[in-house]
């Protein structure tokens, strides 16, 4: 079992950067993507961005291309989301999971499971 830790969220004015962290511990998410979610007040979970083991592939939804990026440094058993260029509709908690299913990088909720407890960011206008 593998457990999550999301670290790094906070209040922001508009426009400005986050940097959330992911790490693992307990087992680590070797060979296994790792997805960012969000899910704001009154909302569902929605996907975020995802990245798969190596690192070589990674998707974004639409509403975040061009402004978060994800990473991860698997010797650290960590992975990171960077968030710029905030909006308020980014305010949410955000969490990260890792993927069911080995070397597939799912886009979706039911994909993923090793929940996270979340993180607050939260973007005043």
């Known amino acids: 079992q593998v457990q999550l830790v999301e670290s790094g969220g906070g209040l922001v004015q508009a426009g400005g950067s986050l940097r959330l962290s992911c790490a693992a511990s307990?087992?680590?998410?070797?060979?296994?993507?790792v997805g960012w979610f969000r899910q704001a007040p009154g909302k569902e979970r929605e996907f975020v961005a995802a990245?798969?083991?190596?690192?070589?592939?990674?998707s974004y939804a639409d509403s975040v291309k061009g402004r978060f990026t994800i990473s991860r440094d698997n010797a650290k058993n960590t992975v990171y989301l960077q968030l710029n260029s905030l909006k308020p509709e980014d305010t949410a908690v955000y969490y990260c999971?890792?993927?069911?299913?080995?070397?597939?990088?799912?886009?979706?909720?039911?994909?993923?499971?090793?929940w996270g407890q979340g993180t607050q960011v939260t973007v005043s206008s």
């Open positions: 307990g087992r680590t998410f070797s060979n296994y993507a």
């Open positions: 990245i798969t083991w190596s690192g070589g592939s990674t």
């Open positions: 999971a890792t993927d069911r299913v080995r070397f597939r990088l799912g886009l979706v909720t039911n994909d993923y499971h090793n």
